[in-house]
């Protein structure tokens, strides 16, 4: 399976991006999408994630009530809406899939995709 972001891009704080994930095959309705960043010197770290079957997302507490999560399993994409940007949220973003809910930490995951790059300016 691969996994491919896109929509990354370059804003200014307050504004708003829309990333969205591709994967090469069915899995969304196997495996729990999500999103994870990696900021420049750091770790990658958790960013959202929602359950195979739907539902609400799962978010980590710096972006929520920010960014939203949702996912078409029609069209194996999974999407990461981000509003409110600050600076803080540049990161590359990587799309990824797993069996866990909440997901496995980054190194632990089932799915791991290439990045896209947000940056933020103040």
């Known amino acids: 399976v691969q996994l491919q972001a896109s929509g990354g891009g370059s804003v200014q704080a307050g504004g708003s991006l829309a990333l969205s994930c591709v994967a090469s095959q069915r899995t969304f309705d196997r495996y729990n999408p999500g999103w994870f960043r990696q900021a420049p010197g750091k770790e990658h770290e958790f960013v959202a994630t929602?359950?195979?079957?739907?539902?609400?997302?799962y978010y980590a507490d710096s972006v929520k009530g920010r960014f939203t999560i949702s996912s078409d399993n029609a069209k194996n994409t999974v999407y990461l809406q981000m509003n409110s940007l600050k600076p803080e949220d540049t990161a590359v973003y990587y799309c990824?899939?797993?069996?866990?809910?909440?997901?496995?930490?980054?190194?632990?995951?089932?799915?791991r995709g290439k990045g896209t790059l947000v940056t933020v300016s103040s």
């Open positions: 990824a899939a797993d069996r866990s809910f909440p997901a496995n930490a980054w190194g632990g995951l089932d799915y």
């Open positions: 929602i359950r195979r079957s739907g539902g609400s997302g």
